[in-house]
């Protein structure tokens, strides 16, 4: 059996692994089970992605899938199952899934990747896709200009929160509106990136983990009484969501747990998984969050379930650390 050693993250899990995913699900579904230590599962995870990977090397896609980046999410747990098991299958869908995403993928001029391989938008959701596979696999200088070029494109300064999404061929916004869960995907994105590859230059990590800590901070300002986010951050006729909170909970506590957040970042971390905890239904679903398969509205999703599972990962790392 697969535990975690706690009984309310394997009634989570177990909700998890009988949700049908999409590719990045699949993804950050390895990202959690590699967290929690469940290296086996891990294996086993990127085994199904392997066999869906696309000809050009997309990872865990099906047939006719438009997601351009969503499969790098599984470039992780596939490079685990290459150095774990020896097999030279997933050392080759490794490469290929980097050469599609540093050479082939769909892109503007200066490089920013294009979510889907029908339209030129960047979503803010590819930063959490791309940026730790990229750091883990040494590719740090384009890591860090993917940051850059969706930073320029969605982050609003005044606010210090990130819109949805931009179109290149219009030259603006194409849902300005700040997404709870968009903003959650670029700090965990960043921060799992900083996990990955510790070893960035000085000057840059600091960088970036300083705009981890002003998009927190932003998104901060929005956390209700219930310890949740709006849908849309500062809509407050939005729903109440749930993985917001989760997404920014990973996000402080990796920060804290990896010394780049101050310690006073720990019990803002667990206040927020606490608040989604709640959320919880007697099944292990994460309930009201931003809903499979559209995400339109409030559901359940795997993705939210595997973000349960890496919070409280990070959670039991951040609190070994003295600070």
């Known amino acids: 059996m697969v535990t975690t050693g706690n009984a ?48 050009d090397g997309r990872l865990g896609e099906t047939a006719g899938s438009v997601g351009a980046v969503n499969g790098a999410a599984c470039g992780e747990v596939v490079r685990h199952a ?24 769909p892109r503007a001029a200066d490089g920013t990747l294009f979510h889907l391989l029908d339209g030129r938008q960047v979503w803010a959701d590819t930063v959490y896709m791309v940026v730790p596979l990229l750091a883990l696999t040494g590719h740090a200088g384009p890591a860090a200009a993917q940051v ?69 901070t932003a998104c901060l300002a929005y956390r209700g009484a219930d310890g949740l986010f709006p849908d849309v951050l500062d809509d407050p006729g939005a729903f109440r969501e749930a993985n917001t909170a989760q997404l920014l909970g990973y996000a402080a506590l990796t920060g804290v747990a990896d010394g780049w957040l101050p310690r006073s970042w720990f019990d803002v971390g667990a206040e927020l998984l606490a608040a989604a905890g709640r959320r919880v239904d007697g099944y292990g679903r994460v309930t009201g969050v931003s809903g499979a398969p559209d995400f339109a509205g409030p559901g359940t999703s795997p993705e939210a379930q595997a973000c349960h599972l890496l919070g409280y990962a990070a959670l039991r790392r951040a609190a070994l650390n003295p600070g």
């Not at 869908?93 to 050479?103: G, H, I, K």
């Open 148 to 216: 850059a070029g969706h930073r320029e494109r969605l982050h609003d300064s005044r606010t210090g929160l990130y819109a949805a999404r931009w179109d290149e061929d219009r030259g603006e916004l194409d849902r300005p509106e700040p997404w709870g869960t968009g903003n959650g995907w670029v700090v965990a994105g960043i921060a799992r990136a900083l996990r990955l590859a510790p070893d960035w230059p000085g000057p840059l990590r600091a960088e970036l983990a300083g705009h981890v800590e002003e998009v927190l």
């Open 8 to 55: 309310a993250a394997d009634r989570v899990l177990l909700a998890l692994l009988t949700m049908q995913r999409e590719s990045w699900e699949q993804g950050i579904l390895g990202h959690a089970l590699l967290d929690l230590g469940l290296d086996e599962a891990a294996v086993l995870v990127a085994d199904a992605a392997v066999t869906r990977q696309r000809p």
């Open 82 to 105: 290459a150095r774990s098991t020896g097999d030279p299958r997933y050392a080759v869908a490794l490469d290929a899934q980097l050469d599609w995403l540093t050479r082939r993928a």
